[in-house]
């Protein structure tokens, strides 16, 4: 793969926050912390469309917290049709929850920003993959 070079001007603060993010990600250079931004954000967009994917939401949240396990059942039998499987596991206080889903992947995008903006959820992700 050919490489080209630019040069990029940017604040002082920007730069700041990408050198440290670089640093935090174990990026060896600043070149390689851009192109996986570039990347990510490429991927990101391309889910976007209606491409049929399979994937998993990840949720951590508080275990003692039953009105927020009440608003994360009621989200998913509300999505019954996307979701394939999901199963928590309890780590001390905590539970993680993994939701294996299915469907389009703007459809996935939408009900996984749903269930991670729940008041009470401490991290949260949604990982895809082409299936068609």
Same mark, same amino acid.
């Given at each position: $793969?050919? &490489?080209?070079?630019?040069?990029?001007?940017?604040?002082? %603060?920007?730069?700041?926050?990408?050198?440290?993010?670089?640093?935090?990600?174990?990026?060896?250079?600043?070149?390689?912390?851009?192109?996986? +931004?570039?990347?990510?954000?490429? &991927?990101?967009? #391309?889910?976007?469309?209606?491409?049929?994917?399979?994937?998993?939401? /990840?949720?951590?949240?508080? %275990?003692?917290?039953?009105? +927020?396990?009440?608003? +994360?059942? %009621?989200?998913? /039998?509300?999505?019954? *049709?996307?979701?394939?499987?999901?199963?928590?596991?309890? $780590?001390?206080?905590?539970?993680?929850?993994?939701?294996?889903?299915?469907?389009?992947?703007? *459809?996935? /995008? #939408?009900?996984?920003?749903?269930?991670?903006? &729940? #008041?009470?959820?401490?991290?949260?992700?949604?990982? $895809?993959? *082409? &299936? *068609?």
């Amino acid at each position: $793969m050919t &490489v080209s070079r630019f040069g990029v001007s940017l604040e002082k %603060e920007l730069l700041d926050a990408l050198d440290n993010y670089a640093k935090d990600n174990s990026f060896s250079n600043r070149s390689q912390a851009i192109r996986f +931004l570039i990347e990510k954000n490429l &991927v990101e967009v #391309k889910w976007m469309c209606d491409n049929i994917v399979a994937g998993a939401v /990840t949720l951590v949240y508080p %275990e003692d917290k039953t009105d +927020l396990r009440n608003r +994360l059942q %009621e989200i998913q /039998t509300e999505n019954k *049709k996307y979701i394939l499987s999901s199963q928590i596991f309890y $780590m001390e206080d905590k539970c993680l929850e993994i939701i294996a889903v299915k469907g389009p992947s703007f *459809k996935l /995008t #939408k009900l996984s920003d749903k269930l991670i903006s &729940v #008041k009470g959820i401490q991290h949260g992700k949604l990982i $895809m993959s *082409k &299936v *068609k």
